[in-house]
């Protein structure tokens, strides 16, 4: 069974940064594309970043191209979101999630089968 921590999350004037960790509970991490999704109150969970398992082409909702980067470090089981210039509409649940079957990473919650629990980001204007 796959477990996901996230951390990170907090409440941050916008324009701020932040960056959120997930840490993996798996015996071998690099097996797994990775992705990170949020979710703001009365929507949809929507995709931000993908991640291929050895951290190659990683790419991102257009909302937050340029702003957010994802990154990984499998010897720590771990994956990262930096996010920059946080806006308002950023405010969400963000949640880390897994992948084990794919080639490479998709952008459907659909595609990925382990989620963590969320962390709550909130940007101030």
């Known amino acids: 069974q796959v477990q996901l921590v996230e951390s990170g999350g907090g409440l941050v004037q916008a324009g701020g940064s932040l960056r959120l960790s997930c840490v993996a509970s798996v015996r071998t991490f690099s097996n797994y594309n990775m992705g990170w999704f949020r979710q703001a109150p009365g929507k949809e969970r929507e995709f931000v970043a993908a991640i291929s398992r050895y951290g190659n082409s990683p790419y991102y909702a257009d909302s937050v191209k340029g702003r957010f980067t994802i990154s990984r470090e499998n010897a720590k089981s771990t994956l990262y979101l930096q996010m920059n210039s946080l806006k308002p509409e950023d405010t969400a649940v963000y949640y880390c999630?897994?992948?084990?079957?794919?080639?490479?990473?998709?952008?459907?919650?659909?595609?990925?089968?382990?989620w963590g629990q969320g962390t709550q980001v909130t940007v101030s204007s």
């Open positions: 999630a897994t992948d084990l079957v794919r080639p490479q990473p998709g952008s459907s919650t659909k595609e990925f089968q382990f």
